[in-house]
């Protein structure tokens, strides 16, 4: 017990976390530029198009591993607001703030890919799809947090009622997801989803996995480095850190 | 390889707007975010230097402001 | 026990409460229950504001869109759901507000009742006065909007349990903003993307009665959905406000 409360402790403080993300990020760094790099060419130039979408498919190859980012990237922010509230572990807050952003952002990626999408796939820019739907509906989630944390002047009560509200949304996003996959399903039911086939060939699902694979690293690699960069804004009158400028000058 | 030439490659099909606006889209998006994020640290350490040498040369001046009025104390206490 | 409960309930109940821990809780919630009706009925136009604004959004429709009788009846279940759900959230501002600004909020994070419990009183006078009077009145726009009979009853109680989750829900939304002074265009942001499901489910069970499929299937999701809420949104409701007021 001791020892868990003690790496607890060691993992709250932002100044061992800004030694320890300074090593892993490199790794998350490349990781993210080669998988990314790979599952690119391997996904536009290799795997095989579509014998009904054709090369439209290809979308397919940012429309996912943004759609998947920008679920996780909820959850994650939750999770984080859950450490902050529970052990009140001012870095999980400083990263959850970093987080909202680029959730967001992902979700607007995956938006605009599954709008483009539409055009040759329905013949329209935008449909009531259940997974569009979903999105545009998380897209809402996220402004209503990065908002709400913006609204306070005080930094300890907009962290703490930005991490309740992710809260609040992540036991939603499930509930939302379902009723409206049944809305969906109830207004029309034979329409093409443009995502929602299995039994995609190696030669497809690969590349995807990869891309997905790349976003992930990502996503850490640039929370960590946002971390980082809020730990200097926040403890800006730390000793530690003003010994760091010194140092880096 | 799906496709037999550069420009096939380039043409999708038929399909190029659409793969190349949301692959653009999405390239752009991360490398505006990777660059936000470069700038946003270099910002901040550059705020954070100037501030360091400010409250340094500021920690200096006062030294010599308390040394020099300790000489005029001396000197007051002698005349 | 209770005899000496009801020697002091008429007056102050928390000084019972502290004298007895027992009994303490019901005494706090019907103390907080009689004072909030008391103070909403005395204040009259805010429980009529979101009545009349109900049926203004619902005369705008026809106007907007076309008075033919078929076309409305199409639409008429979402339309009624949506616009009472709007009318819903407008109140939602004003749930916290007067007791935010008089202090009294203060005084309710004080005391030794679980919060949560009487953050649940406060969000059951809020349905009180306006989900229920909204369930109530939808008939009424029904006919105007000529929604097909047979669907009247569902169209009640489906607003009815609906909007008892809905006052839950915007209830966290109302607690976290209450401290903001410009909170009021902040909620509807934070509150109308939880309300999807409540919606979806609502107004298909409207439209399930005017198709002649039984309701019961989405009454019965609109209940479950009230009773997560009811797990869930008291701790959340009570844990915004601590933040709300603790700053």
């Known amino acids: 017990m001791g020892m868990i409360w003690s790496f607890i402790h060691k993992l709250g403080s932002p100044k061992w976390f800004y030694g320890i993300s300074a090593r892993l990020m490199p790794w998350f760094w490349v990781a993210a530029v080669a998988l990314i790099l790979v599952g690119s060419a391997w996904g536009l130039a290799f795997a095989p198009a579509d014998y009904q979408q054709?090369?439209?498919?290809?979308?397919?190859?940012?429309?996912?591993?943004?759609?998947?980012?920008?679920?996780?990237?909820?959850?994650?922010?939750?999770?984080?607001?859950?450490?902050?509230?529970?052990?009140?572990?001012?870095?999980?807050?400083?990263?959850?703030?970093?987080?909202?952003?680029?959730?967001?952002?992902?979700?607007?990626?995956?938006?605009?890919?599954?709008?483009?999408?539409?055009?040759?796939?329905?013949?329209?820019?935008?449909?009531?799809?259940?997974?569009l739907t979903s999105m545009l509906i998380l897209l809402f989630l996220y402004l209503g947090v990065i908002a709400l944390r913006g609204a306070f002047t005080s930094r300890d009560s907009a962290s703490r009622a930005a991490s309740v509200l992710a809260m609040v949304g992540v036991i939603n996003i499930p509930i939302i997801k379902y009723s409206v996959d049944w809305w969906y399903t109830l207004h029309q039911p034979a329409t093409f989803t443009i995502t929602g086939r299995a039994a995609m060939p190696m030669e497809m699902w690969a590349p995807l996995l990869i891309m997905v694979l790349g976003f992930y690293s990502f996503f850490i690699a640039l929370t960590l480095m946002r971390t980082r960069s809020e730990i200097l804004r926040r403890e800006s009158n730390k000793r530690w850190v003003r010994d760091l400028a010194g140092e880096t000058r | 390889m799906a496709f037999d030439s550069f420009n096939e490659f380039i043409a999708m099909g038929g399909h190029a707007p659409y793969v190349w606006s949301a692959w653009g889209v999405t390239g752009a998006l991360l490398v505006a975010v990777v660059l936000h994020a470069r700038a946003e640290r270099r910002l901040l350490l550059r705020n954070l230097q100037r501030r360091v040498r400010r409250e340094n040369r500021q920690g200096a001046n006062q030294g010599e402001m308390a040394g020099v009025s300790h000489q005029m104390g001396g000197d007051r206490h002698d005349t | 026990m209770a005899g000496s409960e009801t020697q002091l309930t008429s007056g102050d109940g928390r000084s019972v409460s502290r004298r007895e821990p027992g009994g303490g809780l019901a005494v706090a919630l019907w103390a907080t229950l009689r004072r909030d009706l008391l103070l909403l009925m005395r204040r009259r136009s805010e429980v009529l504001n979101p009545l009349v604004f109900f049926a203004l959004v619902i005369t705008l429709f026809p106007i907007g869109i076309s008075p033919d009788p078929q076309l409305l009846a199409t639409i008429a279940p979402g339309l009624l759901w949506v616009a009472a759900l709007l009318a819903a959230l407008l109140s939602l501002d004003s749930l916290f507000r007067g007791d935010y600004d008089d202090g009294s909020l203060e005084q309710l994070l004080l005391t030794p009742q679980p919060l949560p419990m009487l953050a649940l009183a406060k969000v059951t006078v809020h349905w009180l006065l306006t989900g229920l009077p909204l369930a109530l009145m939808a008939p009424v726009l029904g006919i105007m909007l000529s929604l097909p009979a047979g669907s009247y009853l569902v169209l009640a109680f489906s607003l009815a349990l609906g909007t008892a989750s809905l006052s839950l829900i915007g209830a966290i939304g109302a607690a976290l903003t209450v401290g903001l002074s410009r909170g009021g265009v902040l909620i509807s942001l934070l509150v109308l993307p939880l309300y999807i499901p409540v919606l979806i489910f609502g107004a298909g069970a409207v439209q399930a009665a005017v198709v002649g499929d039984g309701a019961a299937a989405h009454l019965a999701i609109l209940g479950a959905l009230l009773a997560l809420s009811l797990m869930l949104a008291p701790w959340a409701i009570a844990a915004s406000l601590r933040i709300s007021i603790n700053g």
């Open chain 1, 54 to 131: 054709g090369n439209s498919f290809r979308i397919i190859y940012v429309h996912v591993p943004a759609a998947f980012l920008a679920q996780s990237i909820f959850v994650s922010m939750a999770v984080a607001g859950l450490v902050y509230m529970v052990w009140k572990i001012k870095v999980a807050d400083m990263a959850a703030a970093m987080m909202a952003p680029l959730g967001a952002a992902m979700t607007f990626v995956s938006l605009f890919s599954g709008a483009v999408w539409g055009v040759p796939t329905w013949g329209t820019w935008w449909m009531w799809d259940a997974r």
